[in-house]
Each structure stands twice: as structure tokens, then as C-alpha cells.
């Protein structure tokens, strides 16, 4: 499984790190706003549940599962 984020839709919500802290992290951009990183752009099957968590309460839909 591969995670990419759509950046131009993340407003840094937060909600993907809180349900998958291993794959997400909210940083500040350069210009100062909170956007996701990916810290595992391909991550272990083991963590399928807690990445699909995570794209199913963005609020803003900007995560996507890539098979």
C-alpha cells in the first residue's frame, strides 16, 4: 500500500496523526501552516487499519490509499 495527501486540500487537522501517529505527523509549513507529512510513504500491512482510520476522518478527504 502506498499513502500520498493531496497538499493543496490538507488544512493540518490533525486527525490522521492521532489515529495513525507511525504513518502521519503535522508539521508548519513554510509560509507557517499546519500540513500533514508522510513519515511512511509505503507502510507495513500490520498498519493498513490505523492508515485507513486516517483517510476515513480527514475532514478535508485529502488522504488516499494507493494499491
Known amino acids: 500500500m502506498k499513502v500520498t495527501v493531496d497538499m ?4 493540518g487537522h490533525s486527525v490522521c ?3 495513525c501517529p507511525e ?5 508548519d509549513d513554510d509560509q507557517g ?3 500533514v507529512k ?3 510513504g509505503e507502510p507495513d500491512e500490520s498498519l493498513r487499519e490505523k492508515v485507513e482510520l486516517a483517510v476515513k ?3 478535508n ?6 494499491e
Open 8 to 11: 493543496d486540500l490538507c488544512q
Open 38 to 40: 508522510i513519515l511512511v
Open 17 to 19: 496523526m492521532d489515529e
Open 23 to 27: 504513518v502521519f505527523e503535522v508539521v
Open 61 to 66: 478527504r485529502c488522504i488516499k490509499i494507493e
Open 33 to 35: 501552516y499546519a500540513k
Open 57 to 59: 476522518y480527514c475532514p
